[in-house]
């Protein structure tokens, strides 16, 4: 039972981690200027799944919506 109850709160710590990673990175690609934007899309239009800058991997779905949350018009392109 006890056993259960940790593995169960350390999976929930995980998720709730990796919730706020991805939470902190789309909020870096809506705020970043945009021409450093604008090059990290263009590289995620060679690679398609994820784009590596400054050490932090970006995915797909972060890099689409923060591109509709900038509302530049990549998102056309996709």
């Known amino acids: 039972?006890?056993?259960e109850w940790i593995k169960q709160?350390?999976?929930?710590?995980?998720?709730r981690e990796r919730r706020e990673r991805l939470d902190r990175?789309?909020?870096h690609l809506v705020?970043?200027?945009?021409n450093t934007f604008a090059a990290?899309?263009?590289?995620f239009q060679e690679e398609f799944f994820c784009?590596?800058?400054?050490?932090?991997w970006y995915g797909?779905?972060?890099?689409y919506y923060?591109?509709?949350a900038r509302d530049e018009g990549y998102e056309q392109l996709i």
């Not at 709160?9 to 998720?15: A, D, K, L, P, V």
């Not at 784009?51 to 932090?56: G, L, P, Q, S, T």
């Open 1 to 3: 039972m006890l056993g």
């Open 9 to 15: 709160q350390i999976e929930e710590q995980e998720r």
């Open 25 to 27: 990175q789309y909020k």
């Open 31 to 34: 705020t970043m200027p945009a």
């Open 40 to 43: 990290i899309y263009a590289e």
């Open 51 to 56: 784009v590596k800058f400054n050490d932090e």
């Open 60 to 63: 797909d779905w972060q890099i």
């Open 66 to 68: 923060a591109s509709l």
